[in-house]
């Protein structure tokens, strides 16, 4: 698959975003160096009594394995929410930018760093006082590429426990404006048969972070996806109770013993790559 990102073109003509060339050029290197790279599992079938090895793609969070991944996970959720049907409120955090309402200017990079250390913070106030469950996605807005979070808690919020979110996320933390910073919207009652327009709310913000959209990303959504890439910031996450539900166990098969995991492919530049990555410490080939 050729790669086209006329973003990275745009980006290098835009003053305020050129500094992030070198970035976006190492970000965009990745993914197509990775692009043809697989995972190699060797092991030792003790049923069969031979050796086993099975071929898996590399998987990071842009490509379009991890998206069909996360979407059989949120169809798994489809049942918890069907057996839970709670009310549901969803909020939006968003920190500082160069908005003309904002007392403070902050680049993509420290606002991802309010956003992630705020939002720990106010996630922990709420599950204080709520101990409801909850899902979040991290958004670029198009036009500046800084970061927000919609969540959605299953739970419900009066006046007061509002005006105490917003004060705690504008003048306690200090990451974001009172009136724009903390969102609230409408409560609704997703119940059986409802969960549907969640997930597709959920992919809808996720799907502007994987390979198959990047020709329709701007400069600054490149920016976004580069700061996440270089800082290892998540795009998701979840209570363990949901968790729980989108990844249900798979029965381990006790007969397979792993004997080595290698990276296998072609680089840039064409060379054939076989790069072993773990090896069991307790095999010896011939103890099988």
């Not at 060339?21 to 160096?33: P, Q």
């Not at 050796?51 to 489809?78: G, I, N």
């Not at 991290?138 to 299953?154: D, K, L, S």
């Not at 989108?246 to 054939?272: A, Q």
Request: one cysteine or more; glycine letters at 6%.
């Amino acid at each position: 698959m050729t790669m086209q990102c006329n973003a990275f073109t745009e980006l290098k003509r835009s003053r305020r975003l050129k500094p992030y060339t070198k970035l976006c050029f190492r970000f965009l290197t990745y993914l197509r160096d990775k692009e043809d790279v697989k995972i190699f599992l060797e092991g030792y079938d003790m049923n069969e009594r031979d050796y086993t090895f099975v071929e898996k793609p590399y998987m990071h969070r842009w490509k379009p394995e991890y998206m069909r991944s996360r979407l059989a996970q949120f169809y798994c959720f489809d049942d918890w929410a069907e057996q839970n049907p709670l009310p549901l409120t969803m909020l939006t955090f968003t920190t500082y930018h160069d908005n003309p309402y904002n007392k403070k200017v902050l680049t993509i990079e420290q606002s991802w760093g309010q956003l992630k250390t705020g939002f720990r913070a106010a996630s922990k106030l709420i599950n204080a006082v709520k101990k409801s469950p909850y899902l979040w996605v991290v958004e670029p807005q198009p036009e500046t590429g800084y970061p927000h979070i919609h969540a959605g808690y299953f739970t419900t919020f009066d006046e007061y426990e509002r005006d105490r979110l917003k004060n705690h996320w504008s003048r306690v933390l200090g990451v974001g404006d009172y009136k724009h910073g903390l969102d609230f919207a409408v409560d609704k009652e997703y119940r059986a048969g409802d969960i549907s327009s969640l997930r597709n709310y959920l992919m809808k913000y996720l799907s502007k972070t994987f390979i198959d959209t990047i020709p329709e990303w701007t400069p600054q959504e490149l920016v976004f996806n580069a700061v996440a890439w270089e800082n290892g910031y998540r795009f998701f996450g979840c209570s363990r109770d949901i968790s729980a539900a989108m990844n249900p166990h798979n029965e381990i098969e006790n007969d397979f013993v792993w004997l080595k995991t290698s990276l296998m492919g072609r680089g840039l530049s064409g060379e054939y790559l076989n790069i072993p990555v773990n090896v069991n410490p307790s095999f010896v080939q011939g103890n099988l």
